[in-house]
């Protein structure tokens, strides 16, 4: 028995690995730095964080990406003691992979591969050969042989396969099992009629067979089921010799939308006699999977507060594209995360002094401490509600009036208002933001007293239907100086993300 999903909040297309009895896994980051988010677990189920594929800014550039573009799905794979991950920047580069010994350190630079399309995927064969394959146009699964050095081709690319003739074929991973090449991929589109199929050939090039039960995985038939999208897949054989599928999917409130992004998810596969994939006994998934599991291995739970007394981020925190240096600093006051605004506000597609974490539950708290006194108009810093550059929702202190104002503002796409303001007093002060499936309340609380609630703003706005994103909504800190450079820093003494089971 396990929930689904295993990884939630904006975690989409995933792509696991086994070395012995550990299992890796990395998802999408698209124009959230660091990029590409590396899990680990040891029964499939459980998976904690390990750190980042793309750390430095030159492995990654993500200035000026559009939101929901930059860094799209990657693969990752393990071959003779090496971890390689391969992702596009769809924004700057394309294709590419890095690489390293291990997982929990530093990765390469990056390896360009000159293959167009997105979704690349290294497959290893016998005979050291070494294969990328992608999606492509005209839509289809296209592949060549690299040199895995250089990722230089070795071969000319062509098309392997086309898919069953749903939309978008992508998210291909290549396989050898019982003496056949399996390929598995994506077709529908990442949304409501996504879907898994596969096919198989006696050679890495085909022709391709296609699984007579395909798709292998679809909840496109499925209406008012509390999963949705289920696709864009991998594969793995667990160390006990049971077969498992790790996809995407997204859970839809109120109706079609979605906020909390596309999760990770993890389902059973068994095998027909003539060898074909049967994901959870053709039954569909669960948010409660009934079914054999690893011996389970949880990990401790993550602390719900950060104090900021490290002297460098925890992995759940991410800034927007590339930071700027200046902008951020745990130690300027030690035990404070310091941020200090700039003219970027957070309708900007840049890099404003923003620092989040990906929302997770459905129901849950932020609060934070924050000591900020605006130096001049204009200044302004809090708390944050973001999907994407025109859909968030903020409390922020500022300067309104000539007075130390507390406000909230919702931006919906070109709709933007401040919806409260009080002139506050003097003196540090706790924010918070209540999410509960379909609204978030926004409150401060000053020393010694209540609660004192300011306004709300709905879930539906920030969803991945209005607000046309590939991702999910990020709770964070931010500062700015609406134009002009924020002289004042703002200081977050801690951060408490307080879920609601
Ligand atoms: C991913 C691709 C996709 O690379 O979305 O819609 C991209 N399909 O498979 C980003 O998640």
């Known amino acids: 028995?396990?929930?689904?999903?295993?990884?939630?909040?904006?975690?989409?297309?995933?792509?696991?690995?086994?070395?012995?009895?550990?299992?890796?896994?990395?998802?999408?980051?698209?124009?959230?730095?660091?990029?590409?988010?590396?899990?680990?677990?040891?029964?499939?189920?459980?998976?904690?964080?390990?750190?980042?594929?793309?750390?430095?800014?030159?492995?990654?550039?993500?200035q000026g990406c559009a939101s929901s573009q930059g860094i799209f799905a990657s693969t990752i794979r393990y071959h003779e003691g090496i971890f390689y991950m391969t992702t596009t920047n769809v924004s700057a580069g394309g294709n590419f992979y890095v690489y390293t010994?291990?997982?929990?350190?530093?990765?390469?630079?990056?390896?360009?591969?000159?293959?167009?399309?997105?979704?690349p995927s290294l497959f290893f064969d016998m005979d050291g050969s070494v294969y990328v394959s992608a999606n492509g146009q005209p839509e289809g699964i296209y592949q060549c042989e690299i040199d895995l050095q250089t990722g230089q081709k070795r071969t000319e690319t062509r098309c392997i396969w086309s898919g069953t003739g749903g939309r978008f074929p992508e998210?291909?991973?290549?396989?050898?099992?019982?003496?056949?090449?399996?390929?598995?991929?994506?077709?529908?589109?990442?949304?409501y009629g996504h879907m898994v199929t596969v096919a198989r050939s006696s050679s890495p090039w085909g022709p391709f067979e296609p699984c007579p039960?395909?798709?292998?995985?679809?909840?496109?038939?499925?209406?008012?089921?509390?999963?949705?999208?289920?696709?864009?897949?991998?594969?793995?054989?667990?160390?006990?010799?049971?077969?498992?599928?790790?996809?995407?999917?997204?859970?839809?409130?109120?109706?079609?939308?979605?906020?909390?992004?596309?999760?990770?998810?993890?389902?059973?596969v068994s095998w027909t006699d003539d060898g074909w994939p049967v994901v959870n006994h053709h039954r569909g998934i669960e948010l409660t999977m009934d079914t054999p599991t690893l011996p389970q291995h949880p990990w401790a739970d993550e602390a719900t507060r950060d104090d900021f007394d490290q002297s460098?981020?925890?992995?759940?925190?991410?800034?927007?594209?590339?930071?700027?240096?200046?902008?951020?600093?745990?130690?300027?006051?030690?035990?404070?995360?310091?941020?200090?605004?700039?003219?970027?506000?957070?309708?900007?597609?840049?890099?404003?002094?923003?620092?989040?974490?990906?929302?997770?539950?459905?129901?849950?708290?932020?609060?934070s401490l924050l000591d900020f006194?605006?130096?001049?108009?204009?200044?302004?810093?809090?708390?944050?509600?973001?999907?994407?550059?025109?859909?968030?929702?903020?409390?922020?202190?500022?300067?309104?009036?000539?007075?130390?104002?507390?406000i909230v503002r919702r931006r919906i796409g070109d709709l933007e208002a401040i919806v409260a303001q009080q002139t506050i007093a003097e003196g540090p002060i706790e924010l918070e933001i209540q999410a509960s499936p379909e609204m978030y309340t926004f409150a401060y609380v000053l020393p010694g007293q209540l609660s004192h609630t300011l306004a709300t703003g709905a879930t539906r706005y920030l969803s991945s239907e209005v607000a046309g994103s590939f991702t999910g909504v990020y709770l964070g800190m931010y500062a700015t100086g609406n134009g002009k450079i924020n002289g004042t820093p703002a200081d977050f003494d801690w951060f408490e993300y307080l879920p609601e089971l």
């Open 1 to 62: 028995m396990y929930s689904n999903p295993v990884i939630s909040g904006f975690y989409p297309d995933p792509s696991v690995c086994r070395v012995g009895e550990d299992y890796y896994l990395v998802t999408t980051s698209c124009e959230y730095f660091p990029g590409v988010p590396i899990f680990h677990s040891r029964d499939l189920i459980h998976w904690r964080q390990i750190g980042h594929c793309l750390t430095r800014s030159n492995q990654v550039e993500l």
């Open 101 to 119: 010994d291990d997982p929990m350190g530093e990765w390469s630079e990056p390896i360009w591969i000159d293959h167009k399309g997105i979704d």
């Open 171 to 191: 998210a291909p991973h290549l396989f050898y099992l019982n003496n056949s090449y399996y390929l598995m991929i994506a077709e529908g589109g990442t949304e």
């Open 213 to 268: 039960h395909n798709p292998i995985l679809t909840h496109r038939n499925r209406g008012f089921h509390p999963i949705q999208g289920t696709g864009h897949a991998d594969l793995v054989e667990a160390h006990d010799g049971s077969w498992w599928l790790v996809f995407l999917a997204f859970r839809p409130y109120g109706g079609d939308f979605h906020h909390l992004g596309r999760e990770t998810f993890l389902a059973p």
């Open 312 to 367: 460098i981020l925890q992995f759940c925190w991410n800034f927007l594209r590339n930071p700027y240096a200046q902008d951020w600093s745990l130690l300027d006051r030690p035990g404070w995360l310091r941020l200090y605004g700039s003219p970027l506000t957070l309708n900007a597609q840049d890099s404003p002094a923003f620092i989040g974490r990906r929302q997770q539950h459905f129901s849950c708290k932020v609060r």
């Open 373 to 406: 006194t605006p130096g001049s108009v204009g200044e302004e810093a809090g708390l944050v509600v973001l999907a994407n550059e025109k859909h968030h929702y903020e409390i922020a202190l500022t300067y309104l009036d000539g007075m130390r104002s507390i």
